[in-house]
């Protein structure tokens, strides 16, 4: 019944901005593309935090008009120095929908490495501001904190990968020597186009949007690609998707092995787009 339910929506909407595009393109563009960027779940309570999230060192950054929320778990070394550039930092990016809890099962991996690990709140998720969504946005709340942090390894999970993708591509940060990719998208266009068939949007709409990312961005819909930006990473990579991820399908994760020189590219099968596996967790620390 909720599958029903889900698709007369989607249609609904769907119907409506295509017969808005004939009175106001404009508009109807500029509603899809709100539909698109803004997350529907994801954020956090100050006063209800899950216990992953508490008694830790909480930082808040700003960029442009809009606060984000870090958390952070100090290493057992070098504690009152840790903003320091030789201090190992690792960074917890998070995906669409979802918010830094999702590293709980991971942390308790991590945490006996003795580095400093820090978690972020995307744009419009957890603690963060905003109601805004996209790879650019988290990229430049990626900078902002690493400009001040300068982690070495940074661990990335689904559409927070791609704005580790789009990061890398944009500031070259040579600080950060590992990267772990989780179920991470590569096209842009894939993106947009399962949106805009899942709302069944006509042409009219699709053109404009494509028009709109461009203008926005500064990069054609085609060459908005993780695996593009790839091809010139130096980093190491350690890459892993699953067979059975329905979210975002496992061509993405195989176009990332393919162009990133130095990557090590695993292969899982059952655990979907989650990626929530021991025996794959103590595989990243080895890598770490």
């Known amino acids: ?3 029903i339910q889900y698709y007369i929506l989607t249609k609904s909407i769907g119907l409506y901005l295509n017969v808005l595009s004939y009175i106001n393109l404009d508009a109807a563009k500029n509603k899809a593309y709100q539909l698109f960027s803004k997350p529907r779940k994801g954020k956090l309570k100050k006063e209800k935090l899950p216990k992953t999230l508490q008694n830790v060192t909480y930082e808040t950054f700003e960029f442009q008009t809009e606060k984000f929320q870090t958390y952070i778990w100090n290493g057992t070394r070098g504690e009152a120095k840790r903003s320091e550039a030789n201090e190992e930092v690792i960074l917890l ?4 929908e979802s918010n830094a809890s999702r590293w709980k099962k991971l942390l308790d991996h991590l945490k006996p490495l003795g580095k400093t690990i820090i978690a972020i709140d995307g744009p419009g998720h957890g603690l963060s501001e905003g109601k805004e ?3 650019p946005k988290y990229a430049e709340y990626i900078n902002v904190l690493s ?3 300068q982690p070495q390894t940074v661990i990335a999970h689904s559409v927070g990968g791609a704005a580790v993708a789009y990061y890398l591509n944009k500031y070259k940060n040579p ?3 590992k990267v772990v990719l989780l179920g991470a998208p590569s096209d842009f266009k894939i993106l947009s186009d399962n949106f805009i068939n899942l709302l069944s949007l006509n042409n009219k709409i699709k053109t404009q949007l494509e028009i709109f990312y461009f203008q926005k961005f500064n990069i ?3 060459d908005f690609a993780g695996h593009k930006f790839a091809k010139n990473f130096t980093q190491k990579a350690f890459i892993a998707h699953d067979t059975n991820d329905k979210v975002v399908l496992i061509d993405e994760g195989r176009k990332y092995a393919k162009e990133w020189k130095n990557a090590i590219f695993i292969e899982t099968n059952g655990l979907g787009h989650s990626m929530h596996d021991p025996d794959l967790y103590q595989k990243i620390i080895d890598f770490i």
């Open 133 to 135: 969504f996209n790879a």
């Open 147 to 149: 400009q001040k942090y």
């Open 93 to 96: 990016v998070h995906g669409w």
């Open 175 to 177: 600080n950060i020597e």
């Open 220 to 222: 054609q819909i085609d």
């Open 1 to 3: 019944m909720k599958k």
